[in-house]
């Protein structure tokens, strides 16, 4: 039986005359990366990066999986990002512009975002911090934290940033893993008008790292701390005496450029690598030809520094690219759900990033709030962090774009950097799929036996400049987890299926593929057909163990405001599904619940819902945005039963 064969969205958009004519990218982009795909890079690599001595081999294959790229070229990240734009006609440009919860503004231009890295990365030196020396981020949205990246990377000293929202366990434990010698922090920041006590945390973690020597605390939401003797200092102290220059380190393309754990939507968290040449590279041309960036807009990429969206497209690529970037530290609904549209009308925002996980709450919450704001200045949108439900890919495209906007639905990772697959605003767009790869980069669809196949496992099958280089100190796992299962080809971990245009389109995890009477079905398909109920917000799919088919389907939704969970709705669901994709897809199941427990990025935790519906004790919830929502979704399903 074909599981799939209505599954397939079939609305295509095309891009309007007026894009295509404007688009950074054109046609003839993919030819050049498909006839030389070395050469493309090499292209890129002399065109966005600015290097001290260049580099003698584009790519370095000898010792797979261990690539190197842009052999003995040197460079330096924040000389890129900011010397060489505060040195030309941008210097009085905004770099980074900013609003906190609580309505302050910030705007810096690039002359003085050069001149305050120049003085942290002085104060960090005095601090004892030295080329190779690893500085801990545990800081909230803050102009700051932007410079304390690139103040970092200009003494050479990788920094791993732990998301501000984690708990002091989960911090203690990548510090430790990183062995980090300093820590940076904020006395708090804002979350729905209280301060958030982000130093009593780093306090709590600093009991147990016997490595941090320093931790420098930025005064930004004003509530009371405690200053360790010896060991805590303000960040206004130690700027008062910085010096206004600091020599950028001649950094080897190579060398580290951060560590960043990923968010453990499937375990143990990896201390992804990433080195500095590639990753400045592959950056930038992805911001620059996928969301098209041009020299007035104002660009706002909704995600934390703690992620690596945040790294990539709040901090390096659109700096490096001399752009306006836009960062907002506090809660989307306050004072009122409108926050969002409000700031995107108030600062001119004309491309706008954000993920799945909040559009869908949007969505939730109704179109009145995005009415009422002006955002016909917005020009593109983008999506990443899960497979995008069409409904909300729909919605997003009427109430955000207006209509008129491309949505670039960018599938990618911690580990690849940048973006892997991905329309450019010259594609023909479906709702629901990532299109194509990028140039430059080779994905396939493949079977156990590493043969293409429409529907399978994700692999990307040639090294690419931005991928991560190993598992911070543990070089076997890097292995094992990457390239055990196909040799050359480096493993995803996601499943996908490709249509009859080409188009890749992600199912969801592998360790969450459902497999009902021998079918396996992913859990972006089912979740997407509920979505598609009117009365449906948000839903999360799992397999259940059952004796005869393997694995039943059982069903956590949340419904739209208004709407209740009644007997009926559960039978129309479930009907829904089986005609969308077939009777076996049919959820046996459907729990109605309040919330889902989601990573602090917004990824939904399926492990945790079949550690539910299974019986099982509850693995590790640390890193949940709302561990509270877990006890309920367990009482509910225990009164189903
Ligand atoms: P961990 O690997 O520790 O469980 P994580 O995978 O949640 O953490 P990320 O690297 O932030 O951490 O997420 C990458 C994953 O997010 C992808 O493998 C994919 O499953 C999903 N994803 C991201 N963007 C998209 C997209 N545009 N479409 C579909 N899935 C996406
Ligand atoms: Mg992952």
């Known amino acids: 039986m074909d599981t799939n064969a209505n599954a397939i969205e079939n609305r295509v958009f095309y891009p309007s005359e007026e894009v295509v004519k404007n688009a950074n990218a054109t046609p003839e982009l993919y030819e050049e990366a498909k006839k030389d795909r070395l050469g493309f890079w090499d292209r890129m690599a002399k065109e966005l990066v600015t290097w001290f001595e260049p580099y003698d081999k584009v ?16 460079l330096n990240v924040s000389y890129n990002c900011v010397d060489r734009h505060a040195k030309s006609e941008k210097r009085n440009k905004a770099a980074i512009c900013y609003e906190s919860e609580i309505g302050k503004k910030v705007v810096l231009t690039y002359g ?6 120049n003085m942290f990365a002085s104060a960090l030196s005095k601090l004892g911090v030295k080329k190779g020396d690893r500085v801990c981020l545990y800081m909230p949205m803050i102009p700051e934290a932007a410079i304390a990246m690139l103040a970092c990377t200009r003494i050479g000293a990788p920094h791993s940033i732990v998301f501000g929202g984690f708990s002091s366990d989960s911090l203690r434990d990548r510090i430790n893993d990183a062995k980090a010698k300093l820590v940076i922090t904020a006395d708090g920041n804002f979350r729905r008008g209280t301060p958030f006590p982000l130093k009593k945390n780093a306090d709590e973690a600093l009991k147990e790292t016997p490595t941090v020597e320093k931790v420098v605390v930025v005064k930004n939401a004003g509530n009371e701390v405690e200053m360790v003797e010896g060991r805590d200092v303000w960040y206004h102290d130690i700027m008062a005496t910085a010096d206004t220059y600091y020599e950028p380190e001649k950094m080897d393309a190579e060398d580290m450029l951060f560590i960043l754990y990923t968010s453990g939507s499937t375990g143990k968290p990896k201390g992804v690598v990433h080195t500095t040449g590639g990753y400045l590279v ?3 041309a992805t911001l620059k030809y996928v969301f098209d960036l041009k020299e007035t807009d104002v660009y706002w990429c909704t995600a934390d520094i703690g992620w690596i969206t945040g790294h990539s497209y709040v901090v390096y690529a659109p700096l490096a690219l001399g752009m306006t970037t836009f960062m907002y530290d506090g809660t989307i609904d306050y004072p009122d759900k409108d926050r969002m549209w409000d700031m995107a009308e108030r600062w001119g925002v004309n491309v706008f990033y954000t993920a799945p996980t909040a559009i869908r709450t949007f969505m939730k919450w109704g179109t009145e709030y995005p009415k009422k704001h002006d955002l016909s200045q917005i020009r593109l949108l983008g999506t990443v962090g899960e497979p995008i439900n069409p409904e909300a890919w729909m919605w997003y495209y009427e109430n955000i774009g207006g209509g008129r906007c491309p949505i670039m639905d960018t599938w990618w990772q911690t580990e690849t950097g940048a973006f892997m697959i991905t329309p450019l605003p010259i594609t023909p767009l479906k709702p629901g799929t990532a299109t194509v790869p990028f140039p430059g980069i080779e994905v396939d669809v493949v079977d156990e036996n590493k043969q293409p196949t429409d529907r399978g496992y994700l692999v990307v099958k040639s090294p690419w400049p931005s991928m991560l280089r190993t598992i911070y100190g543990d070089d076997q796992r890097y292995i094992d987890q990457y390239w055990k299962r196909f040799g050359d080809y480096y493993f995803a971990g996601d499943g996908a ?5 080409g188009y890749i389109w992600v199912t969801g995890r592998v360790d969450d593929v459902l497999n009902v009477s021998g079918h396996r079905l992913g859990t972006a398909e089912i979740e997407s057909a509920l979505v598609e109920c009117a009365e449906v917000a948000e839903a999360a799919v799992i397999g259940k163990k059952h004796d005869v088919k393997g694995e039943s389907v059982c ?5 739209k405001d208004g709407f209740e969970g009644t007997p009926e709705l559960v039978e129309k669901l479930r009907k829904h599904v089986g005609v969308k994709i077939g009777p076996i897809a049919r959820p046996d199941d459907i729990i109605f619940t309040a ?12 492990r945790l819902l079949r550690d539910i519906a299974e019986g099982r004790a509850l693995g590790d919830i640390t890193t949940l945005a709302d561990p509270g929502a877990m006890q309920e979704i367990a009482a509910k399903y225990a009164g189903k039963e």
Do not use: C, H
């Open 59 to 74: 790519l370095d294959d000898s010792n797979p999986p261990f690539y190197k790229w842009f052999t003995n070229g040197k």
């Open 112 to 117: 003085q975002l050069y001149r305050e890295v």
């Open 282 to 284: 592959q950056t930038q």
């Open 497 to 501: 299926k490709r249509d009859e245009m």
């Open 555 to 559: 069903a956590f939704v949340i419904l």
């Open 595 to 606: 919330a889902l427990p989601k990573t602090r990025s917004g990824k939904i935790m399926r």
